[in-house]
């Protein structure tokens, strides 16, 4: 009996150990499993969800201790500064997840919820070097770029270091409406404002090629997005996500994602961006000899 | 003493049962039943993109050498943990660890690599550059 007893325990610990590391999801190119918040970057060697380990020790970001000890710091014309560059604040591995829903809550309709069932990691984009656009974020850090002309903030930009993730990102800040007979693309229409200390950026026209995870969650070119970005600390960004589709979900969802400060580089005190050409030597597939990122099959 | 018996047994089935339950991921390229623990000569550090890559050379039982092409996360990931050029070059004898390629078994996942001459391992956190952390 007491053998039993033994097994018993030891099997529920091991099946608690098993879910969580199946909830680990993986980039497709082995890059660290997403939650959504950069938290899966902070250091070690990272394990995946297959429980396979192998040497990435993430994108080094300040911790929750550190977060508060400096001010939030503001540009030259008194508009918070969002710069960063930040590690995480957008989905990854699973949106349903990353965003903080509960399994099932996601309200795909039937049509894409099947499509994500079919899909396979090997056949995401971004595998292929094309960007993962809104609101996905890989664990390689990011950051808004202020854009002033002699009009004041006509522009932000968002860079992302991955190359796959895209060259860069427009959001228009100077006052004009969504674009008319739009061709539909990667990154869409984006339109800013503030409110308040809140960035909101809303886009649309979007392509339906890029996948919201790797699990292959789909969406159409209905689709709709509302991020509301507040720098809480000095150290963290929220990012509040409203997504709409009606071609994909049964309802609009809100959905939310913190990003880290990335932690600046030790030798020059200074934290930013890196070169990264996704197309030197992207050999993902080879050892398997598979094709790989051919997945921009949208809804026909 | 049985109950650490059970328990290891246990586990022993888990390790090789989880990737089996992954629904996507990593085992898309790479064999979680090859794990290899080798020692060879590095022929080439890769600080290329998307990832990097180390090639080493390993001589087999048989004399045959093996050129191993063996993957880790991206170069600047590496970078910001302190690491750069100077610390594996091509000449160095190290012994590393990893999981063999699903076909092409000796294209392999990187779980460890260190220098013969001083077992430290690479390329993990704090490296020797990140020894004097910086205020910002």
Same mark, same amino acid.
């Given at each position: 009996m007491r053998k039993l007893l033994v097994i018993t325990v030891t099997l529920a610990a091991l099946t608690v150990m098993l879910q969580a590391q199946g909830r680990g999801g993986r980039g497709g190119r082995g890059d660290a499993p997403g939650r !959504?918040? &950069?938290?899966?970057?902070? !250091? &070690?060697v990272l394990t995946d969800n297959g429980g396979i380990r192998y040497i990435n020790p993430g994108s080094p970001t300040i911790p929750d201790a550190e977060i508060n000890s400096h001010p939030i710091p503001r540009m030259p014309d008194g508009h918070v500064d969002l710069t960063g560059p930040w590690v995480g604040g957008g989905s990854n591995g699973d949106i349903e997840r990353d965003g903080g829903l509960k399994p099932g809550e996601l309200p795909l309709q039937p049509w894409a919820k099947e499509v994500r069932d079919k899909r396979l990691s090997k056949d995401e984009p971004y595998t292929a070097c094309l960007p993962m656009s809104v609101p996905r974020v890989n664990p390689y850090p990011w950051k808004f770029v202020y854009g002033y002309t002699s009009e004041g903030l006509t522009h932000m930009y968002v860079l992302h270091e991955t190359g796959d993730a895209g060259a860069h990102r427009v959001v228009y800040m100077d006052g004009r409406p969504h674009a008319r007979n739009w061709v539909n693309n990667w990154w869409g229409h984006s339109i800013g404002r503030w409110e308040g200390d809140t960035l909101v950026i809303d886009t649309v026209g979007y392509n339906d090629k890029f996948w919201f995870d790797s699990r292959g969650t789909p969406h159409t070119e209905q689709l709709h997005t509302i991020e509301r970005w507040t720098? @809480?600390?000095? &150290?963290r960004i929220e990012n509040d996500f409203t997504l709409e589709d009606p071609g994909a979900l049964t309802k609009p969802v809100k959905l939310h994602f913190t990003g880290r400060l990335l932690r600046p580089?030790?030798? @020059? &005190?200074k934290a930013d961006l890196m070169e990264f050409i996704c197309l030197e030597d992207n050999e993902y597939g080879q050892a398997a000899q598979i094709k790989v990122g051919t997945g921009t099959d949208g809804k026909k | 003493m049985r109950k650490v018996g059970i328990l290891l047994a246990a586990l022993s089935i888990f390790g090789v049962a989880a990737p089996a339950l992954a629904?996507? $991921?990593? *085992?898309t390229e790479y064999d979680a039943n090859k794990k290899v623990k080798l020692e060879g000569v590095v022929t080439q550090v890769s600080w290329t993109n998307p990832h990097m890559r180390v090639y080493i050379d390993v001589t087999g039982p048989d004399g045959k050498v093996t050129n191993w092409n063996m993957e880790l996360t991206s170069p600047n990931t590496i970078r910001r943990q302190g690491w750069g050029p100077d610390d594996l070059k091509a000449g160095d004898r190290v012994i590393f660890e990893g999981f063999g390629g699903k076909v092409v078994e000796s294209r392999g996942s990187l779980q460890s690599i260190m220098k013969k001459s001083d077992m430290k391992p690479l390329? $993990?956190? $704090?490296?020797? *550059?990140?020894a004097q952390p910086v205020k910002q």
């Open positions: !959504g918040d &950069g938290r899966e970057a902070q !250091g &070690g720098r @809480t600390s000095w &150290g580089d030790r030798q @020059t &005190g | 629904h996507h $991921g990593f *085992d390329f $993990g956190p $704090g490296g020797p *550059d990140a």
